[in-house]
């Protein structure tokens, strides 16, 4: 038996040697892609949200096993943000602070080569990606249980960004203790307020008396934890490591499927990936039938929608702007007859972003 053991950790040694070699090769092409760009553009697009997907699909398409597709993906994710750090070191802006959710969608989206930085609002993430000062941004837009984040709609209509990508995350709520916590003496648990809807009722059927106190993220609720003994708190797994938390009760959440949808906004344009959606905000003059009107044009090409959301304009009382999210790309011939369409028709057209669906 040790003489195949040893045999089989060769193999294992040799291939690794081998990996390592092929990973230097391929940051070496990379660093090499960096200085064509560089000749051949003043000003270079280093992060390509339309290629990465193209690759990450690819590599999901073609994975034979016994790895599954999405543990492999996950794995190449990494290898392309340390060669993507090689031809452009990059700073995203995410809502934080640290141990949110929000940060783990942009690492799961970036990997781990970039630099995060945590915001304190979600306005804030949209002026720092508008000034330069970060690259790219992620904001949460909605959750499969509580609906819509209704503060990022309403930051795109003042905002010249664009969608560049999307990320959704599984969302999973612990039940954490602190190192001081007397679990027999709790008397409040802290998490943010969607957190606590989305373990409603869980908490009511094991916790009705403790007070819930919502408070500004799961990772201020899991800070919390250090200095007091009669709380617990409400976060994910982030949260938990990082201030060094034990889980309680893991899974929580009242749907086994909830999912939180992140969107990347940046500067940029991204062309078409082959499956795609597309957000706009749309607004027309306020008249019976509108809602029927604006949506015609997409039922007559075919084109599913696959989000609508109304938000008032603040431009006149009971005046709504609609944003809607719908599959193919702005450069597609049928969408953009959709939009011709609707513009002629009198109505104003704001194409948010086209961008690859989530590929992870």
Same mark, same amino acid.
């Given at each position: ?267 940029? #344009?991204?062309?078409?990936?082959? !499956? *795609? =959606?597309?957000?706009? %905000?749309?607004?027309?003059?306020? +008249? @019976?039938?509108?809602?029927? #009107?604006?949506?015609?044009?997409? !039922? *007559? =090409?075919?084109?599913? %929608?696959?989000?609508?959301?109304? +938000? @008032? ?48």
């Amino acid at each position: 038996m040790t003489e195949s053991l040893d045999k089989l950790r060769d193999q294992i040694d040799a291939l690794d040697q081998q990996l390592q070699d092929l990973l230097n090769h391929r940051a070496e092409l990379a660093h090499q892609v960096a200085e064509v760009k560089r000749r051949e553009d003043a000003e270079p697009v280093f992060y390509r949200p339309e290629r990465e997907a193209q690759v990450l699909s690819r590599i999901k398409e073609r994975n034979k096993g016994p790895i599954d597709a999405e543990s492999m993906a996950r794995l190449f994710r990494e290898v392309m943000s340390v060669c993507l750090a090689l031809e452009q070191p990059m700073r995203v802006a995410f809502l934080g602070p640290e141990g949110t959710f929000t940060q783990q969608a942009a690492i799961k989206h970036f990997g781990h080569a970039v630099e995060s930085v945590p915001l304190g609002a979600i306005d804030e993430v949209f002026r720092e990606v508008e000034a330069g000062a970060v690259h790219f941004g992620v904001v949460p837009v909605e959750n499969s249980t509580e609906g819509m984040v209704n503060h990022t709609l309403d930051s795109f209509m003042n905002s010249d960004l664009k969608i560049c990508g999307e990320v959704e995350l599984r969302i999973h709520h612990h039940l954490l203790a602190g190192p001081h916590t007397r679990r027999d003496k709790v008397t409040r648990i802290y998490s943010h307020q969607q957190t606590l809807a989305q373990c409603r009722q869980w908490l009511d059927a094991h916790m009705p008396a403790v007070e819930r106190v919502a408070v500004s993220s799961n990772a201020e609720a899991a800070r919390r934890l250090k200095d007091e003994w009669n709380a617990m708190a409400i976060a994910g797994d982030m949260a938990r490591e990082l201030y060094d938390l034990e889980p309680v009760q893991r899974n929580i959440e009242d749907r086994p499927d909830n999912t939180t949808r992140f969107l990347i906004i940046g500067r940029q #344009d991204t062309p078409p990936s082959g !499956r *795609d =959606k597309t957000s706009l %905000l749309i607004s027309g003059k306020n +008249r @019976p039938g509108l809602l029927s #009107d604006l949506l015609r044009p997409f !039922r *007559d =090409k075919g084109i599913n %929608l696959t989000r609508l959301e109304s +938000r @008032p304009s603040r431009i006149a009382n009971w005046s709504y702007v609609f944003f809607v999210d719908c599959e193919g790309h702005k450069a597609d011939a049928t969408l953009t007859e959709v939009l011709e369409t609707l513009e002629a028709d009198g109505n104003t057209i704001k194409v948010l972003g086209s961008y690859p669906k989530a590929v992870l």
